[in-house]
């Protein structure tokens, strides 16, 4: 598919903030600013890639491209719960079993890898709904809504509203509307985004003011790219070509920036912290891609090379 130049934008800027506040000394200076950015990045993340994994597929490559997303997902998850069974962190095991590693993996995901998890399930879900009420929007939507809503609260596997958010990509790319042009980039939208957030009590992704604020700040960020320098403007673009492999690997190298703390006290506002931190774990995670890509186990782990993958 053609790359869109303004969703690489957005999803670089959203990749960005997800990793500054994955950083435990980040999220403890700036508590609040940590609340709005959970508040709007992983809800647009999940309409962007509702968006770019509706397109029509033969079920074969329906069933592919599932696969070759549950695989790292395993990978990377079975991981995370291995670490966090010997690791001091907040998620951490302390009893870890069989049982448990099936629960988690299957059921209740520990640490950012429930976003691939829930991509998994919406798009399933989306994909046979579609394919059994012929694409027919009305019907799509309402029982992809029933099926995604029980799949909430009777098994408990997922955010109701996370899904949502899945599903209205997914529907809009169904529909042949383009997510671009429903998000219009103007000051205005940067006006009201800063007096959504000014209120403690709109920082609920779940409500119609946090479904505002995600709107509104995806405007503010397309802005952003119409006013930036060209080069931090193709930066920013090529972290949301790479996404995919940024926010698989980073969390191997967050863990690891706590250690930058003691010599980076001087700096109380955390800004040298973060730019250390930062290019550590972008810098690191896009090597750990481009070693992959070199030595061929891309393809064993995505069935393809990682760059540029498509979520």
Same mark, same amino acid.
């Given at each position: 598919?053609?790359r869109i130049?303004?969703i690489?934008?957005?999803?670089?800027?959203?990749?960005?903030?997800?990793?500054s506040?994955h950083?435990?000394?980040?999220?403890q200076?700036?508590?609040?600013?940590?609340?709005?950015?959970y508040?709007?990045?992983?809800?647009?993340?999940?309409v962007?890639?509702?968006? !770019?994994?509706?397109?029509?597929?033969e079920p074969?490559?329906?069933?592919?491209?599932?696969v070759?997303?549950?695989?790292p997902?395993?990978?990377?998850e079975?991981?995370?719960?291995m @670490?966090?069974?010997?690791? /001091?962190i907040?998620?951490?095991i302390?009893?870890f079993?069989?049982?448990?590693f099936?629960?988690? !993996?299957l059921?209740?995901?520990?640490g /950012?890898?429930?976003?691939?998890?829930?991509?998994?399930?919406?798009?399933?879900?989306?994909?046979?709904?579609?394919?059994l009420?012929?694409?027919?929007?009305q019907?799509?939507m309402? !029982?992809?809504?029933?099926?995604l809503?029980?799949?909430s609260?009777?098994?408990?596997?997922?955010?109701?509203?996370?899904?949502?958010?899945?599903l209205i990509?997914?529907?809009?790319?169904?529909?042949?509307i $383009?997510?671009?042009?429903?998000?219009?980039s103007?000051?205005?939208?940067?006006v009201?985004f800063?007096?959504?957030?000014?209120?403690?009590?709109?920082?609920?992704?779940?409500?119609?003011?946090g @479904?505002?604020?995600?709107?509104? #700040?995806?405007?503010?960020?397309?802005l952003l790219?119409?006013?930036?320098?060209l080069? #931090?403007?193709?930066?920013v673009?090529?972290?949301?070509?790479?996404?995919?492999?940024?926010?698989l690997?980073s /969390?191997?190298?967050?863990?690891?920036?706590?250690?930058?703390? /003691?010599?980076l006290?001087?700096d $109380?506002?955390?800004?040298?912290?973060?730019?250390l931190?930062?290019t !550590?774990?972008v810098?690191?995670s896009l090597?750990?891609?481009w070693?992959?890509?070199?030595?061929?186990?891309?393809?064993?782990?995505?069935?393809?090379q990682?760059?540029?993958v498509?979520?």
């Open positions: 598919m053609k130049a303004e690489d934008f957005l999803k670089g800027v959203l990749i960005l903030l997800v990793i506040f950083l435990v000394y980040i999220e200076l700036y508590p609040y600013a940590k609340q709005v950015v508040t709007f990045h992983m809800p647009a993340f999940l962007i890639s509702g968006f !770019l994994r509706g397109k029509r597929k074969k490559d329906f069933i592919r491209s599932l070759w997303l549950a695989v997902y395993i990978v990377m079975s991981g995370y719960m @670490m966090a069974a010997v690791l /001091p907040a998620e951490h302390d009893n079993s069989v049982t448990v099936f629960e988690n !993996l059921l209740h995901p520990l /950012p890898y429930w976003y691939l998890h829930t991509i998994i399930l919406c798009e399933g879900i989306c994909y046979v709904t579609a394919y009420v012929h694409g027919k929007g019907v799509f309402l !029982l992809s809504v029933l099926i809503y029980a799949c609260r009777a098994f408990g596997i997922m955010s109701f509203s996370m899904a949502v958010y899945f990509g997914f529907f809009l790319r169904k529909n042949n $383009q997510l671009i042009a429903l998000c219009k103007s000051a205005l939208s940067v009201v800063v007096i959504l957030i000014a209120k403690p009590e709109n920082l609920h992704s779940s409500t119609i003011h @479904m505002l604020i995600v709107y509104t #700040a995806a405007c503010s960020i397309l790219s119409r006013h930036s320098a080069k #931090a403007r193709l930066w673009q090529y972290f949301g070509r790479n996404s995919l492999s940024i926010f690997f /969390p191997l190298f967050t863990i690891l920036c706590k250690y930058f703390v /003691p010599f006290s001087f $109380q506002t955390g800004i040298a912290f973060w730019f931190s930062l !550590l774990c810098g690191g090597s750990i891609a070693t992959m890509d070199r030595l061929t186990l891309s393809n064993l782990m995505f069935g393809k990682i760059y540029s498509v979520i």
